[in-house]
């Protein structure tokens, strides 16, 4: 096999392995909601004030629908999140985070950054600037991808 290939296939892995052990630190950290849940939760909120449709949350969480729909009724069922039809397209289905979401994402914010914090202690800063950099264009070259249906 080619390095490059090699490589290539290792960072997917280790990017998969990252994702799953994180997810389980974070689980860990809290209580009361999943880590999906709570990583919906946070991207919602990170959208803004603008009506966002469950395709758009999908779209920019980058998963399906009907993943996005799933999660979406656990954290609706919870409290933390409201659904209505669009205002603007009576096929499209909403959703806004709660005063219950907001606050929950501030109840677990220092949980959650203590466990960054040592997550990413042994990294230096310049390291962990590169891999931030680096990130960014995989998750660029990926939303690209999902654009193009490639």
């Known amino acids: 096999m080619p390095q ?14 990252i994702s799953n052990r994180m997810a389980a630190v974070i689980d860990a950290e809290l209580s009361d909601i999943t880590y999906k849940q709570w990583f919906f939760l946070m991207m919602i909120e990170r959208m803004g004030a603008l009506e966002k449709s469950v395709h758009d949350v999908a779209q920019f969480i980058g998963t399906t629908r009907q993943n996005a729909r799933k999660i979406i009724e656990q954290l609706e069922n919870r409290g933390y999140v409201e659904t209505m039809v669009s205002r603007f397209d009576a096929r499209a289905l ?6 219950k979401g907001r606050n ?7 949980a959650i950054a203590d466990a960054m914090e040592r997550l990413f202690s042994d990294i230096p800063d310049a390291e ?12 660029t070259t990926l939303t690209a991808e999902d654009a193009t249906g490639v």
């Open 128 to 139: 962990l600037q590169s891999l931030a950099l680096t990130l960014g264009r995989l998750v």
């Open 104 to 110: 929950c994402l501030r109840k677990h914010a220092p």
């Open 4 to 17: 490059r290939a090699s490589i290539e296939q290792y960072v997917f892995g280790a990017t998969s392995l």
């Open 94 to 99: 909403n959703v806004k985070t709660t005063r």
